[in-house]
Nanobody, 126 residues
Framework: QVQLVESGGGLVQAGGSLTLSCAAS????????MGWFRQAPGKEREFVAA????????YYVDSVWGRFTISRDNARNTVYLRMNSLKPEDTAVYYC???????????????????WGQGTQVTVSS
């Protein structure tokens, strides 16, 4: 089993920045990719960003392109999400996810990921 523990959420004013962290522990030798998703009240969970573990290729939803940066520390099995120029519409619970298999195409579908963190709240005030 794999455990994912997120940290770094909080309350920030519009235009501010936050960095989320997600540390993976347990059976982490099969990390194919890690991603961040978010879910706002009354909305479906949506893809935010993902990183392919080996080469470090990154993928983003259009709405965060140029504002958010996903990165990873292979040695620590940790993924980060640096969020700049935050907007009130970025308010959501952010979830870290781990994908252990290369089966399936793309990176934005939640069902491609095998393990999920508990979520961390990000609130952006206007």
């Amino acid at each position: 089993q794999v455990q994912l523990v997120e940290s770094g959420g909080g309350l920030v004013q519009a235009g501010g920045s936050l960095t989320l962290s997600c540390a993976a522990s347990g059976r982490t030798f099969n990390i194919y990719a890690m991603g961040w998703f978010r879910q706002a009240p009354g909305k479906e969970r949506e893809f935010v960003a993902a990183i392919k573990w080996g080469p470090g290729s990154t993928y983003y939803v259009d709405s965060v392109w140029g504002r958010f940066t996903i990165s990873r520390d292979n040695a620590r099995n940790t993924v980060y999400l640096r969020m700049n120029s935050l907007k009130p519409e970025d308010t959501a619970v952010y979830y870290c996810a781990l994908r252990s298999s290369s089966r399936g195409s793309g990176y934005s579908l939640a069902n491609l990921y095998d393990y999920w963190g508990q979520g961390t709240q990000v609130t952006v005030s206007s």
